[in-house]
Nanobody, 114 residues
């Protein structure tokens, strides 16, 4: 099964930016649609952004206009550019297929705080 490794998280002040990256051990083109998810403490995991094999995107209302998902099928990577970060964006971020079918990776922690 394809393994997923997320990276790029960290501590950032409100209004700041981060770029997350997801590296897959196999072909994401053959997988199809991918997504970035997040889970905040005490909350369920939620989808924040999705991207089709061909590059079509959609976003949760809470991140629309601030986050941008992209993929590089040749490099088997999926990225999430996060701008204008808010404290409520604090969570562990994961990538997976959409809908999620693979084992979850370890995720990457994003903390937005002053």
């Amino acid at each position: 099964q394809v393994q997923l490794v997320e990276s790029g998280g960290g501590l950032v002040q409100p209004g700041g930016s981060l770029r997350l990256s997801c590296a897959a051990s196999g072909s994401i083109f053959s997988i199809g649609a991918m997504g970035w998810y997040r889970q905040a403490p005490g909350k369920q995991r939620e989808l924040v952004a999705g991207i089709t094999r061909g590059g079509g995107t959609d976003y949760a209302d809470s991140v629309k206009g601030r986050f941008t998902i992209s993929r590089d099928n040749a490099k088997n990577t999926v990225a999430l550019q996060m701008n204008s970060l808010k404290p409520e964006d604090t969570a562990v971020y994961y990538c997976n297929t959409r809908p999620s079918r693979l084992n979850w990776g370890q995720g990457t922690q994003v903390t937005v705080s002053s």
